[in-house]
């Protein structure tokens, strides 16, 4: 029951009538009309979405894709687990990263990096306070930016 591009009123020419696209504007069809247009569309999609499942489920068939996916994945999962339990990969890695974690917080009880870095923030924010206060650089690049039309 397709029409073709000329006589679809889903589709429209373009300009040159060398290429057609679908028209997605069915206000120009009655409501009814537009109603019909859009159950249409609505069949004509769920047709190609059910073709695409069709094929896909017929390659399948013919391959075993999901069946030979799932196994690989199987074999992945065994193969890592075997590995971990061989190499205590997994309590090596949290037994490392606990460590890393103990050794951030005596270097920083050491040499009181976070505070040191809370302070320079600070320290920097009063610092350009005091400069804004002094020479107005926020008014000023605002009042700046309006004569240009920057802003």
Do not use: W
């Not at 109603?35 to 609505?42: D, E, M, N, T």
């Not at 074999?75 to 687990?81: D, L, R, Y």
């Not at 870095?117 to 350009?128: C, S």
């Amino acid at each position: 029951m397709s029409k073709t591009p000329a006589t679809n009123p889903l589709y429209k020419q373009d300009e040159n009538n060398d290429n057609s696209t679908i028209n997605t504007n069915a206000s120009h069809l009655g409501g009814a009309a537009a109603k019909g247009a859009a159950a249409g569309l609505i069949r004509s999609t769920g047709d190609a979405v059910s073709k695409v499942a069709s094929c896909a489920k017929k390659i399948d068939e013919e391959h075993h894709l999901v069946e030979k996916t799932k196994n690989a994945t199987i074999g992945i999962v065994k193969s890592a687990k075997a590995l971990d339990e061989k190499h205590g990969i997994a309590d090596k890695t949290k037994k490392a990263a606990a460590d890393v974690s103990v050794a951030a917080k005596e270097f920083d009880n050491k040499h009181h990096v976070v505070d040191k870095t809370k302070k320079a923030a600070h320290d920097t924010g009063v610092a350009l306070k005091n400069i804004d206060d002094k020479y107005h650089v926020v008014e000023n690049t605002k009042k700046g930016m309006l004569k240009t039309g920057a802003a």
